[in-house]
Structure formats: C-alpha cells, structure tokens
C-alpha cells in the first residue's frame, strides 16, 4: 500500500485559514468514509482532531474541519493560532482492511 | 480515563527480537468492540500502522512491512504486544499502541506516550 500523499509543508500568519490536503485512491480516501486527521506537537504522540471525514472529537476546537471530494481529503484550520504549529498527519481505511497513513505536513505559524 | 504505556528494551541489537508491550489501564482490553493498534514513527518521519488487534484474536496486519512480526493481547495483563524478529537499524523508530475508535475502519482515539527503540550493535 502507498503512502497517503500530503503537501510537506504548509505556513500561515495568525488568523488566517489554511487548508491540508491528502490525496489517495478510490481504494481508500475515495472509497470510505474513513478519514482521520490528526496533530503531533514536536516529541508528542500524535492526537486525533477528525474521523470520518469531518466529525471532530468532543473537545477539538471548532476552528478544524475536514471535507473530501472523490480522492482528496482536506483539512482546513481557521483561525491560525500559534499552538496550531505542529506536524499533521492523515490516514484512511482501505480496500484491503488495512490503515494507511499521510507522509506528514509541517504547519509554520509565521 | 483510558490510559495506554508502552514499554520496551530501548535498545536492541541487529538480527535480534524486539518485543514491545502496551499496558491498558482505565478500561478492559477485552470488553467492547475496540480494535488496539501499533503505529510506529521513524526519527523525523512519518508515521507507519502495523496492525491491528481485538481481543477476540481477530488481527490486521500491514502487508507491506518487510519486518517480519506478530501482534498480540494478554487479556490477563490487560496489555498488547509487538513482538519483531530479525530487526535491523531500519526498524529504529518511536513506537506506539492506540485504541481505535468502537470500529476498526475509524481513526485512533487514544494514544500512549510512544517508546523509542534503537537498534544499533
């Protein structure tokens, strides 16, 4: 299984949005609603801030949002705040019941 | 509050068997549909899924590693466990055990801290 494809890296000023995208195949991100989006702060374990496409867990901030169109999934975070500074990472369900994950994005707060 | 602690040698040599377990404590291993999983994090890398187990013996492994290993739960240590034969210095990462959410086609909700395992003669 291939790797999710990501951009590497990302910036934004404080209280602009960006966007994350993570692009796959229709044996995974396009065939499933299985999607999950998740942030890892340097030395940190990864933390899960959305599932199936675009449902946030309880606590995550309004600020994220996750979308998918055929192959793509995207995540957008509004709001840019300093503590978004982070390493964020996708993963889908795939055809062949495995878990594939994103190669990563860097997220730089200007 | 569910808590997951991996624990593991630290170091290991090449060619050896690493074995890594995942304690459980804050809910039953075995009870629900949970599917606990091993991600594992080379140094300045992504993250890579190894597989995932439910209590019932039911397993998902990740064909593409080459690293030949088994995944397995002790419901009567409430724990998991990875165990990787024959490593070499590309199995040198931080790994980590996870809770995937009631359904193992979803995300992981819940993560241990990560061990760091090196493999180095």
């Known amino acids: 299984q291939s790797a999710l494809t990501q951009p590497a890296s990302v910036s934004g000023s404080p209280g602009q949005s960006i966007t994350i995208s993570c692009t796959g195949t229709s044996s995974d991100v396009g065939g499933y609603n299985f999607v999950s989006w998740y942030r890892q702060h340097p030395g940190k374990a990864p933390k899960l801030i959305i599932y199936?496409?675009?449902s946030r867990p309880s606590g995550v901030s309004n600020r994220f949002s996750g979308s998918k169109s055929t192959n793509t999934a995207s995540l957008t975070i509004s709001g840019l705040q300093a503590e978004d500074e982070a390493d964020y990472y996708c993963?889908?369900?795939?055809?062949?019941?495995?878990?594939?994950f994103g190669g990563g994005t860097k997220l730089t707060v200007l | 509050q569910l808590q997951l602690q991996e624990s593991g040698p630290g170091l290991v040599k090449p060619s050896e068997t690493l074995s890594l377990t995942c304690a459980v404590s804050?809910?039953?291993?075995?009870?629900?549909?949970?599917?606990w999983g091993w991600i594992r994090q080379p140094p300045g890398k992504g993250l890579e899924w190894f597989g995932s187990?439910?209590?019932?013996?039911?397993?998902y492994y990740n064909p593409s590693l080459k690293t030949q290993f088994t995944i397995s739960v002790d419901t009567s240590k409430n724990q998991l466990s990875l165990r990787l034969s024959s490593v070499t210095a590309a199995d040198t990462a931080v790994y980590y055990c996870a809770r995937h959410l009631d359904n193992r086609q979803r995300g992981f909700d819940y993560w241990g801290q990560g061990t760091l395992v090196t493999v180095s003669s």
């Open positions: 187990t439910h209590y019932s013996g039911n397993t």
């Open positions: 199936d496409v675009s």
């Open positions: 993963s889908s369900y795939t055809s062949t019941s495995t878990v594939v």
């Open positions: 804050g809910a039953s291993i075995s009870s629900g549909p949970y599917y």
